[in-house]
């Protein structure tokens, strides 16, 4: 769910862009990389990328990060996004496998 025109409105992954303000609830991926802007609750299970199993609590705004590909496991959040696709961590990640 994306806030566009100040309304909120379920656009596919694909057409999100850099600068889009998302609301995420407990369950859902997130679909790129961002930073917190506001949160009641959230934990987000970080494994595809740290390997750690205890999922994180996200508390401080503007300086917590989300990362593409993890799991909000708990609550719920709005993040402005910073990188989408190849640019996101998880994109980085998949690309440094391609040389290896």
Known sequence: TVLRDGQLTTVAVETIVVGDIVQLTEGQTVPADG???????????ESVLTGESVPVFKLSPDSTVFFAGTLLTSGRAIIRITAVGKATELGKLGQSMQHV
Request: include cysteine; charged fraction near 20%.
């Open 35 to 45: 930073v917190l802007l506001l949160a009641n609750d959230c934990s987000v299970d």
